[in-house]
């Protein structure tokens, strides 16, 4: 069984570029979520996919976006960055629509850093 | 708020018992408890949960107070590879975990 997998590892961008991280979940799993991890500092949920459909979005912008695909693999995409954009972002899955009771499983991460 | 307050750090010797404790003072009655641990340049990685009843598995126990404001992590023998930030979160059926700031582990040979 494949884990939690998100491309590429490392990225460096300039300020007001656009960056596509990819995300391919754990097999059977049909709900992915998206967390921002700056240094230091706690994950933030950024937003969750459940079947190709955005279902839940914390409190980030609309420059941050997200696409899930009909095998469950999803992208962040993350327009007009700025330099605060600079963080670890982490990728879970989990193996349906999350409940209280359903852990997610994380991917090591894409540590992005804009200059 | 869905946050749960924890340590910032805490120190343990190697083999010896660790109790990482997290309150959760506005609990509902329908929140689970999560707790999820993260390793050096590793995503978080997920521990245990429960709901009202002790748990158990083979990385840890999960220790919850009757009143469901506090609850223990309980790791019975530390190892170095038991070094990581523990995140305690109250999870509700919704899509997200709240990660607060969890508790650094240290643990000396």
């Known amino acids: 069984e494949t884990g939690v997998t998100q491309s590429p590892t490392h990225l460096i961008k300039t300020r007001g570029q656009q960056v596509t991280l990819r995300c391919s979940s754990q097999?059977?799993?049909?709900?992915v979520s998206w967390y921002q991890q700056a240094l230091g500092q706690g994950p933030q949920f950024i937003f969750q996919?459940?079947?190709?459909?955005?279902?839940g979005r914390g409190n980030f912008p609309p420059r941050f976006s997200g696409l899930q695909f009909p095998n469950y693999s999803s992208e962040l995409n993350v327009n007009a960055l700025e330099l605060d954009d600079s963080a670890l972002y982490l990728c879970a899955s989990s193996p349906q629509r999350a409940g209280g009771y359903n852990e997610q499983f994380f991917g090591p991460g894409t540590r992005l850093t804009v200059l | 708020d869905a946050k749960t307050t924890q340590p910032n750090s805490m120190e343990s010797n190697e083999e010896e018992p660790v109790h990482l404790p997290c309150n959760h003072s506005t609990i509902s009655g329908t929140d689970y408890i999560h707790w999820y641990r993260q390793l050096p340049s590793q995503g978080p990685e997920y521990v245990i949960h429960?709901?009202?009843s002790n748990v158990n598995n083979r990385m840890a126990s999960l220790a919850i107070a009757e009143d469901r404001k506090s609850s223990t992590l309980i790791l019975h023998r530390a190892t170095l590879r038991d070094a990581a930030v523990y995140y305690c979160i109250r999870k509700t059926s919704g899509s997200r975990l709240t990660f607060g700031e969890g508790t650094q582990l240290t643990v000396n040979p």
């Open positions: 097999s059977g799993h049909n709900t």
């Open positions: 996919y459940y079947r190709e459909e955005e279902n």
């Open positions: 429960g709901l009202t």
